[in-house]
């Protein structure tokens, strides 16, 4: 049955592959690039032959995504402890934040180019500004699901607030918390890549507008694999520490 | 209600701080303007930006259409083939959770810079996680219902019409509130990066031209619509949801 | 008519796992006499649900047939059978009146005319004043009742039962049986009940069928010659209870020595 559905799988995957390789030859190839244009494409841009520098942005669009994403992990758990934890504030101030959300966030993308300029600085807060919400979610919602009678329970057997949280709720919030700096990270990477695309003067995707500008348009598909392979190689990373999290405090 | 008011007391003293800031010069206002300053260059550009508002909201209304009708519709047929939605799903998660920016180019190439391209974008970004929502939907339909009307005799169709359907109901309200920020943020993106003629053209021109108080009118403006299409959409949520 | 109402022959049902195929009932036979009561009971996962779920054609034997009035039952007919679950499975999105309405809804017959049957039903059974409550506006034996109104509602009949009161509590499911018997005495259906309760086993029925453990075949048929209602004190019914129980409790020491 398994199988069968990954055989499944790869044949859909083939037959896409191939399908848009015949159509894209039968009309332009400049603009519907087939796949034998982009594998050479690909190899060039690997080798480091159709952009040398290919590294030194690769490495701009990483650090970007680090510090944007280390800021949303720690504002996102400060301010997702102090709503979940005070139920006051959580009552006044979760749903500010949940009509935020209501908000197409890109619309802050132009007020962020302002205020912090063309360089890494507004890349890494507009993924700061996407990745934070799903970990401010997550708190609160792994917050709720804590059970009041499991707290008492430690309690009465003489648990203090640090064990009460390191044995009791901890635990019990685990997978939404961890499901949720997952999703975070997953976003922060979405900010830094939708804002150097929109402007910027380097990073991964300042290489693709540039390769798009110049009509390059292999250059541009290789440059678009390469990101999808980074942004699943860091998903998996992610996906590889959350078991791990999981196997250790669980 | 109490909370309501402790609500507009904290935006109110935000907003009092901040125009104090500004006016005392600790924040530079030519990048942080005064609430004052940006209320009254909301009054000025306000005739210039209700058209392109209007276009945009209407653009985004296009792609939310095709990606509610295509979301549900597939995601109907999809969910009720487990096969299907086995072989499919890391497809549809990836269209879901990849950065879907990296495509705009090549649609900006292929299609123009018109409203075309932003409808197909929108749509690109609606439509995924209101189709995932209605495969979950349909999968999770409470397996003893569809045993009952087996049961009493329902036909395929009337699985379908009186069981499946309202059963998916939340999952395709919830769908629906998704799809409108997902088709309004494409839309938004399309007009930013290719300069169609819209609200995500205003914002970076503004932002380009440096001019901060007209560049905040106009991003409170978009947000405040899209709050109000949310709430819009609670309300007709509600309305069909009195059962829950 | 002459002849059993419901026949069971000889029929066998394994499911298929990732890992293997379990045998669910292994030969089961049985007979069910026209308006008769018979409680099927025994040890979890016997595969009492499979039974009822194979007379009610929702599930097809792998051997062996079920026949009711002599003909092959091949799949689910409303017409002759109604079904009632342990789970009431109440469409949450329709309020009680239009639940009971819903399998006459889908033979077709006219919105006025199936609200007034499902109507005439509920009153008797204490539910007039909720007929226009959703479900979760109602109790777990308010719903049940509307679960088996809504059996009742089609007019079949053999009405099939599978554990109908085991989510409810001791009480409430005492009253329920209570219930039940009155209605059964006035409508003269054929009913198959299954349980784990021999309380109820007793109480209810005119013939109890013991199944052994997994897989299930038939491990003993008691007769209940009382009349009704019956007393849970009375010798009759306590020496009856002793057999029933000596049955069952070598079965069940089966499963839970697994």
Same mark, same amino acid.
């Given at each position: 049955?398994?199988?069968?559905?990954?055989?499944?799988?790869?044949?859909?995957?083939?037959?896409?592959?191939?399908?848009?390789?015949?159509?894209?030859?039968?009309?332009?190839?400049?603009?519907?690039?087939?796949?034998?244009?982009?594998?050479?494409?690909?190899?060039?841009?690997?080798?480091?032959?159709?952009?040398?520098?290919?590294?030194?942005?690769?490495?701009?669009?990483?650090?970007?995504?680090?510090?944007?994403?280390?800021?949303?992990?720690?504002?996102?758990?400060?301010?997702?402890?102090?709503?979940?934890?005070?139920?006051?504030?959580?009552?006044?101030?979760?749903?500010? %934040?949940?009509?935020?959300?209501?908000?197409?966030?890109?619309?802050?993308?132009?007020?962020?180019?302002?205020?912090?300029?063309?360089?890494?600085?507004?890349?890494?807060?507009?993924?700061?500004?996407?990745?934070?919400?799903?970990?401010?979610?997550?708190?609160?919602?792994?917050?709720?699901?804590?059970?009041?009678?499991?707290?008492?329970?430690?309690?009465?057997?003489?648990?203090?607030?640090?064990?009460?949280?390191?044995?009791?709720?901890?635990?019990?919030?685990?997978?939404?918390?961890?499901?949720?700096?997952?999703?975070?990270?997953?976003?922060?990477?979405?900010?830094?890549?939708?804002?150097?695309?929109?402007?910027?003067?380097?990073?991964?995707?300042?290489?693709?507008?540039?390769?798009?500008?110049?009509?390059?348009?292999?250059?541009?598909?290789?440059?678009?694999?390469?990101?999808?392979?980074?942004?699943?190689?860091?998903?998996?990373?992610?996906? %590889?520490?959350?078991?791990?999290?999981?196997?250790?405090?669980? | 209600?109490?909370?309501?008011?402790?609500?507009?007391?904290?935006?109110?003293?935000?907003?009092?701080?901040?125009?104090?800031?500004?006016?005392?010069?600790?924040?530079?206002?030519?990048?942080?303007?005064?609430?004052?300053?940006?209320?009254?260059?909301?009054?000025?550009?306000?005739?210039?930006?209700?058209?392109?508002?209007?276009?945009?909201?209407?653009?985004?209304?296009?792609?939310?259409?095709?990606?509610?009708?295509?979301?549900?519709?597939?995601?109907?047929?999809?969910?009720?083939?487990?096969?299907?939605?086995?072989?499919?799903?890391?497809?549809?998660?990836?269209?879901?959770?990849?950065?879907?920016?990296?495509?705009?180019?090549?649609?900006?190439?292929?299609?123009?810079?018109?409203?075309?391209?932003?409808?197909?974008?929108?749509?690109?970004?609606?439509?995924?996680?209101?189709?995932?929502?209605?495969?979950?939907?349909?999968?999770?339909?409470?397996?003893?219902?569809?045993?009952?009307?087996?049961?009493?005799?329902?036909?395929?169709?009337?699985?379908?019409?009186?069981?499946?359907?309202?059963?998916?109901?939340?999952?395709?309200?919830?769908?629906?509130?998704?799809?409108?920020?997902?088709?309004?943020?494409?839309?938004?993106?399309?007009?930013?990066?290719?300069?169609?003629?819209?609200?995500?053209?205003?914002?970076?021109?503004?932002?380009?031209?440096?001019?901060?108080?007209?560049?905040?009118?106009?991003?409170?403006?978009?947000?405040?619509?899209?709050?109000?299409?949310?709430?819009?959409?609670?309300?007709?949520?509600?309305?069909?949801?009195?059962?829950? | 008519?002459?002849?059993?109402?419901?026949?069971?022959?000889?029929?066998?049902?394994?499911?298929?796992?990732?890992?293997?195929?379990?045998?669910?009932?292994?030969?089961?036979?049985?007979?069910?006499?026209?308006?008769?009561?018979?409680?099927?009971?025994?040890?979890?996962?016997?595969?009492?649900?499979?039974?009822?779920?194979?007379?009610?054609?929702?599930?097809?034997?792998?051997?062996?047939?079920?026949?009711?009035?002599?003909?092959?039952?091949?799949?689910?007919?409303?017409?002759?059978?109604?079904?009632?679950?342990?789970?009431?499975?109440?469409?949450?999105?329709?309020?009680?009146?239009?639940?009971?309405?819903?399998?006459?809804?889908?033979?077709?017959?006219?919105?006025?005319?199936?609200?007034?049957?499902?109507?005439?039903?509920?009153?008797?059974?204490?539910?007039?004043?909720?007929?226009?409550?959703?479900?979760?506006?109602?109790?777990?034996?308010?719903?049940?009742?509307?679960?088996?109104?809504?059996?009742?509602?089609?007019?079949?009949?053999?009405?099939?039962?599978?554990?109908?009161?085991?989510?409810?509590?001791?009480?409430?499911?005492?009253?329920?049986?209570?219930?039940?018997?009155?209605?059964?005495?006035?409508?003269?259906?054929?009913?198959?009940?299954?349980?784990?309760?021999?309380?109820?086993?007793?109480?209810?029925?005119?013939?109890?069928?013991?199944?052994?453990?997994?897989?299930?075949?038939?491990?003993?048929?008691?007769?209940?010659?009382?009349?009704?209602?019956?007393?849970?004190?009375?010798?009759?019914?306590?020496?009856?209870?002793?057999?029933?129980?000596?049955?069952?409790?070598?079965?069940?020491?089966?499963?839970?020595?697994?």
């Amino acid at each position: 049955m398994i199988g069968r559905v990954l055989a499944a799988r790869a044949a859909l995957g083939l037959g896409v592959v191939l399908a848009w390789e015949v159509a894209a030859r039968a009309r332009d190839p400049l603009l519907y690039i087939p796949p034998s244009r982009v594998l050479p494409a690909l190899a060039r841009l690997l080798l480091l032959r159709s952009f040398p520098l290919l590294p030194e942005h690769v490495w701009l669009t990483l650090r970007e995504i680090l510090v944007a994403y280390a800021l949303a992990v720690g504002v996102g758990l400060a301010v997702g402890a102090v709503l979940g934890l005070r139920p006051t504030l959580g009552r006044v101030y979760a749903p500010l %934040l949940g009509a935020l959300y209501a908000v197409p966030s890109v619309v802050w993308y132009p007020s962020l180019m302002l205020l912090f300029g063309l360089g890494a600085a507004s890349k890494i807060a507009f993924g700061f500004l996407l990745g934070v919400y799903p970990v401010v979610l997550a708190v609160l919602a792994g917050v709720r699901q804590v059970s009041r009678e499991l707290v008492t329970v430690a309690r009465a057997f003489g648990a203090g607030p640090g064990r009460v949280f390191r044995t009791v709720m901890l635990p019990s919030m685990l997978s939404t918390l961890t499901g949720g700096l997952r999703a975070g990270l997953a976003l922060t990477v979405v900010g830094v890549i939708v804002g150097e695309v929109l402007g910027s003067t380097a990073g991964l995707g300042y290489l693709i507008t540039y390769a798009y500008g110049l009509l390059r348009t292999a250059d541009y598909v290789a440059l678009v694999l390469v990101t999808l392979a980074i942004v699943l190689a860091i998903d998996a990373a992610a996906g %590889l520490a959350e078991r791990r999290a999981r196997r250790r405090w669980a | 209600m109490t909370i309501r008011a402790l609500q507009a007391a904290s935006v109110g003293a935000a907003l009092l701080l901040w125009e104090g800031a500004a006016r005392a010069r600790l924040v530079d206002p030519l990048f942080v303007p005064a609430p004052t300053a940006v209320a009254a260059a909301l009054g000025q550009v306000l005739g210039e930006a209700l058209p392109a508002l209007g276009r945009t909201v209407a653009t985004a209304f296009v792609a939310y259409a095709l990606s509610v009708g295509l979301g549900v519709g597939l995601g109907l047929v999809i969910g009720a083939r487990r096969f299907l939605g086995d072989v499919l799903s890391p497809f549809l998660l990836a269209a879901y959770g990849l950065p879907k920016i990296l495509v705009l180019p090549w649609i900006v190439l292929i299609l123009g810079t018109g409203a075309t391209p932003a409808v197909v974008y929108g749509t690109l970004h609606g439509l995924f996680p209101v189709l995932l929502l209605v495969i979950g939907g349909v999968r999770d339909v409470d397996r003893s219902l569809i045993t009952t009307a087996r049961a009493f005799g329902a036909r395929p169709w009337q699985l379908y019409s009186r069981v499946i359907l309202p059963a998916i109901v939340p999952a395709v309200l919830a769908a629906m509130r998704l799809g409108i920020v997902f088709a309004l943020l494409g839309v938004l993106v399309v007009e930013m990066f290719a300069g169609v003629r819209g609200m995500g053209f205003e914002l970076s021109a503004f932002a380009n031209a440096f001019q901060a108080p007209e560049l905040f009118a106009l991003t409170l403006l978009v947000s405040a619509v899209a709050i109000a299409i949310g709430l819009v959409l609670d309300g007709l949520g509600e309305r069909l949801n009195r059962w829950r | 008519m002459a002849g059993p109402h419901i026949v069971v022959d000889g029929v066998s049902k394994r499911f298929e796992t990732s890992a293997d195929a379990v045998p669910a009932l292994s030969e089961v036979s049985l007979a069910v006499g026209r308006r008769e009561f018979c409680t099927v009971i025994g040890p979890s996962g016997c595969g009492k649900s499979t039974l009822l779920a194979m007379i009610g054609g929702l599930v097809l034997p792998d051997a062996g047939q079920v026949r009711i009035d002599g003909q092959p039952v091949e799949g689910p007919d409303p017409r002759r059978v109604a079904m009632v679950f342990q789970d009431p499975a109440l469409l949450p999105w329709r309020t009680a009146l239009d639940n009971v309405a819903f399998g006459l809804e889908l033979r077709g017959m006219s919105r006025p005319e199936r609200r007034r049957i499902a109507g005439d039903l509920l009153g008797p059974l204490g539910l007039r004043e909720f007929a226009e409550r959703y479900p979760r506006e109602l109790s777990g034996g308010m719903r049940q009742r509307v679960a088996i109104a809504r059996a009742l509602a089609i007019d079949s009949e053999i009405v099939l039962m599978d554990e109908p009161f085991g989510a409810l509590d001791e009480q409430t499911r005492l009253l329920m049986g209570e219930w039940l018997l009155s209605i059964w005495t006035r409508a003269r259906k054929t009913v198959v009940f299954v349980t784990h309760s021999l309380q109820e086993a007793l109480l209810l029925s005119t013939r109890v069928v013991a199944l052994t453990a997994r897989p299930g075949r038939v491990k003993s048929v008691l007769e209940v010659p009382l009349p009704y209602p019956r007393d849970l004190e009375s010798p009759g019914l306590a020496s009856l209870r002793a057999t029933l129980w000596g049955e069952i409790r070598e079965e069940s020491l089966k499963t839970m020595g697994r």
